[in-house]
């Protein structure tokens, strides 16, 4: 696994972003943007479940939509089964439903095109 996984599994889950959240915060944001910055397509199965368990349980400034841009590239690589697990794997609600619910209409999309 490559080490921008290693440090977001040590960093945990995300947290909620807060009103109360004062300037401490930031090094904790910068930390997690440089890291999921410096991720490069294509993801294995193995970083994506790291990525998927991380999203905060509604948003933390912004990040959240970093993660989802690299999880939904995952679509391109597995079968629907693995992918849909991997969303199954989501702490947060939210963004588990958020999730299925773009699948859903891509693929309708898609069958569309067919």
């Not at 904790?28 to 890291?35: A, C, K, S, T, V």
């Not at 939509?65 to 693995?82: D, F, I, P, Q, T």
Request: charge should be negative; glycine fraction near 0%.
């Amino acid at each position: 696994m490559r080490q921008e996984f290693v440090y977001l599994t040590e960093l945990g889950r995300m947290p909620n972003e807060s009103l109360s959240d004062d300037e401490s915060i930031d090094k904790l944001i910068n930390l997690y943007d440089e890291l999921l910055e410096n991720i490069t397509l294509p993801l294995s199965y193995e970083e994506a479940l790291v990525l998927v368990r991380i999203f905060p349980e509604s948003a933390f400034y912004d990040l959240q939509w970093a993660l989802l841009r690299l999880v939904e590239s995952m679509v391109k690589y597995e079968n629907e089964v693995n992918y849909l697990h991997l969303i199954k794997q989501c702490p947060s609600e939210e963004w588990r439903n958020a999730m299925m619910d773009r699948y859903k209409n891509r693929k309708k999309t898609n069958s569309k095109e067919k």
